[in-house]
């Protein structure tokens, strides 16, 4: 790929609003007096200097934040591959359904009788994320995907309490989720941490070894975070169970297996799903998030409480649950994610669902096989949603896994998630989605090519990016140690 196949663009510098505003500058016309003047009582005035607010056009305020908005990389202004984190394209129908008045303008305290249609909504849309992993129930009211993992932990706590044998261990492998051990460790309960096998898999023998009676379960990311599927999952979950333990699934990596893999058949007792990763929700930036949980017959009973259920033809809140772990948050949720996923769903319906995981699949397998000549490869398997790389090859040249994602900046790429899983040394973890065109793709392949053959032929180019973005290379160290976290 030329170096100039990629246009800088137009980038300008913006002034602070402060220092743009004029004395007399007004972005509004207020209709003239028709009444006395009435200044407003000294009490109510304070001093009389009132807030240090610019004086401001219409315009002042519009370029200001058109030009701020040229600064940001998002989804909607090329490929995100940043890998477990699911970055794909949101249609913007889905919003569209999300801002309609009686929805967006609902309120959560409103009688029941004045909520049909949203709690029609959330009742049906539960049914569908529950068919979705082919599990039996669910609860929308986990505000994240680590909340729904923390849901998980207790309602599995919950459940071997109400047993009469509460336990104190859950095992998780190295390729699971970061946030799966804090949430575990929330709950009360130790983890166990055990390695993937030379494949990158788990092995039923290394989880039989640590499975004992006071082991409640084992919490699996499937596929796991290095984007291949764990082909010892029956196995494993039948020892879990024949242990007494539950199988809790990080359900974070469905856009890869989404309305393909019966997770109740494979053995999986609870699971969450982030929305905002997979259905039609923008992610990143700190949410808003939804982290449903999908459970078997069996864990029904502990899910949090309020629930939708239908009742003499009319849609309620029940908390006739005596079992339940309790309430998780306020309200119900992140009501907007709701609706988006619905929207999401019904759109795509069940066929177009498995063609999005199966194209989110195949993208993935195209670059993997494309790049793997030129980027180290640890596992050079068959991968799910996302394949990871590492700097090794690069190593020689003194070029490491920052460098190429800096580089990759300068070709109009968001950089893929480096140095995670931390299982693999230097990783690039990469993840198109479904969402990118072949031709999207290919040049994104052609960049990273390109970034190979500079590391051999000129590395101080990737030394020093990007180049080409308003903001050059950080000095990481200062940055970290001396952040300036103001204008």
């Known amino acids: 790929m030329n170096d100039n196949s990629v246009a800088g663009g137009l980038i300008l510098n913006e002034k602070m609003l402060w220092e743009r505003g004029k004395k007399g500058r007004s972005g509004f016309s207020l209709p003239k007096r028709d009444v006395k003047e009435c200044l407003l009582d000294h009490e109510l005035t304070g001093s009389g200097s009132g807030p240090d607010l610019p ?45 309609l008045t009686g929805l967006a303008g609902s309120h959560p305290l409103l009688p029941s009788d004045f909520s049909q249609g949203a709690l029609e909504l959330m009742f049906k849309l539960e049914q569908f994320l529950a068919e979705i992993t082919g599990l039996d129930a669910a609860t929308l009211q986990p505000g994240a995907g680590a909340h729904g993992e923390l849901s998980g932990m207790l309602m599995i706590n919950a459940w071997h309490k109400a047993k009469g044998s509460p336990r104190s261990k859950i095992i998780i492998p190295d390729t699971a989720h970061g946030t799966n051990p804090a949430s575990a460790a929330l709950c009360g309960f130790t983890p166990v941490h055990i390695l993937s096998n030379e494949k990158g898999i788990l092995s039923s023998e290394d989880v039989a070894a640590v499975m004992d009676d006071d082991t409640a379960g084992i919490m699996v990311t499937n596929p796991n975070t290095l984007g291949l599927f764990e082909e010892n999952i029956v196995q494993i979950t039948e020892l879990v169970h024949a242990k007494g333990g539950l199988v809790y699934c990080d359900g974070a990596n469905l856009n890869a297996v989404m309305g393909i893999v019966d997770m109740k058949r494979i053995g999986i007792d609870i699971m969450h799903l982030n929305l905002h990763k997979t259905f039609s929700t923008p992610h990143g930036g700190g949410g808003p998030g939804s982290g449903p949980v999908c459970v078997t017959k069996m864990l029904e009973p502990f899910l949090p409480v309020p629930r939708v259920i239908k009742k003499g033809g009319k849609y309620i809140l029940s908390e006739e649950f005596p079992n339940s772990i309790g309430r998780l948050l306020a309200f119900h949720g992140h009501f907007s994610v709701l609706v988006k996923a619905y929207s999401y769903i019904l759109s795509m319906g069940a066929e177009g669902l498995k063609k999005a995981s199966s194209l989110a699949v195949l993208n993935a397998n195209y670059i993997k096989e494309k790049l793997k000549d030129l980027f180290h490869l640890q596992f050079d398997r068959p991968c799910m949603h996302e394949v990871v790389f590492s700097d090794h090859k690069q190593e020689q040249n003194k070029i490491s896994t920052l460098d190429i994602a800096k580089r990759l900046m300068d070709f109009g790429f968001h950089p893929p998630t480096i140095y995670f899983p931390l299982v693999v040394k230097g990783a690039i973890m990469i993840e198109p989605t479904e969402t990118e065109s072949k031709d999207d793709i290919d040049s994104f392949i052609a960049a990273m090519r390109t970034i190979a053959h500079e590391a051999d032929n000129d590395p101080e180019i990737l030394r020093q990016a990007p180049s080409k973005c308003k903001v050059k290379r950080m000095d990481e160290t200062t940055a970290a140690r001396k952040p300036q976290l103001c204008g």
């Open 55 to 99: 004086d401001l056009s219409e315009i002042d305020v519009i370029r200001h934040f058109t030009r701020l908005s040229t600064w940001n990389f998002g989804i909607d202004t090329g490929l995100y591959p940043l890998g477990s984190c699911t970055m794909k394209y949101n249609p913007k129908t889905n919003e569209r359904q999300a801002a």
